[in-house]
């Protein structure tokens, strides 16, 4: 997908899943960041927002209600959240990356407080983001909406001045935007996939593990990349 000479303009949807610090009744281990790179959006949007409105004229909700999510997922929703999927599978134009690891490692050391879960979720974003820019990409980053506690002197926008290919960015409900939702989606199956005990009464979440595993093996790693934190090794991320 990159050209060795000509500057890409990219936009970057970005969504995390899980808890920094577990909540027991949840029963979920792992958490990460997901990034979809996309460089042609008007088309896959145009294809994706009619499974949208069918969506929405299924559970009968106002629009600002519903979206397509991972955790969200149902019985009546089910079949939308695959054609969601087979849809941007025969898309070509887009790249998925995420950073991972399980919450319950010896050697992980669990944020404190609301400002530490802020500022850990910035960094992570900025490292991702950072090792996945291609030699020639500029990107607007576009992430699901996450309160920055007052006290916290990290800002979001802080990754445009910190990561020079990173021109602007901005904080959005993930309602609004289908690629903000196709991150969550593909996230959310690809972590599922890692920890079956999470849960899952209905079969649905099962079912759309297995599309994004079935996706992950068809496009391969040069679209579709995921990073392991090894903390023994990459401890340093936790300053980044």
Not at 70 to 77: A, D, N
Not at 129 to 155: C, G, H, M, Q
Not at 210 to 239: D, H
């Amino acid at each position: 997908m990159e050209t060795i000479n000509k500057v890409i303009k990219t936009f970057t949807f970005l969504d995390e899943s899980g808890a920094l610090v577990p909540i027991e009744k949840q029963h979920r281990k792992y958490f990460g960041i997901g990034i979809l790179k996309h460089t042609q959006t008007v088309d896959l949007i145009s294809k994706l927002h009619p499974i949208y409105e069918t969506l929405c004229s299924e559970l009968k909700k106002d629009k600002t209600q519903i979206e397509f999510s991972f955790k969200r997922t149902t019985s009546k929703s089910i079949k939308y959240d695959i054609k969601f999927l087979e849809t941007l599978e025969k898309d070509f134009n887009w790249e998925f990356n995420c950073l991972y690891f399980n919450t319950e490692d010896k050697l992980y050391q669990k944020p404190n407080n609301a400002v530490e879960k802020w500022e850990r979720y910035v960094s992570y974003s900025k490292l991702l983001i950072r090792k996945n820019l291609w030699s020639k990409e500029e990107t607007v980053l576009i992430a699901d909406y996450l309160r920055k506690p007052t006290v916290s002197l990290k800002k979001f926008e802080y990754i445009v001045s910190d990561i020079d290919q990173v021109y602007n960015a901005i904080q959005l409900e993930s309602h609004g935007v289908l690629l903000t939702q196709a991150a969550d989606l593909l996230l959310g199956g690809y972590l599922y996939s890692l920890d079956k005990e999470a849960g899952d009464k209905e079969g649905n979440k099962t079912l759309i593990s297995e599309k994004v595993l079935q996706i992950k093996e068809k496009v391969g790693k040069k679209k579709f990349n995921c990073w392991e934190m090894n903390w023994s090794r990459n401890s340093r991320a936790e300053g980044v």
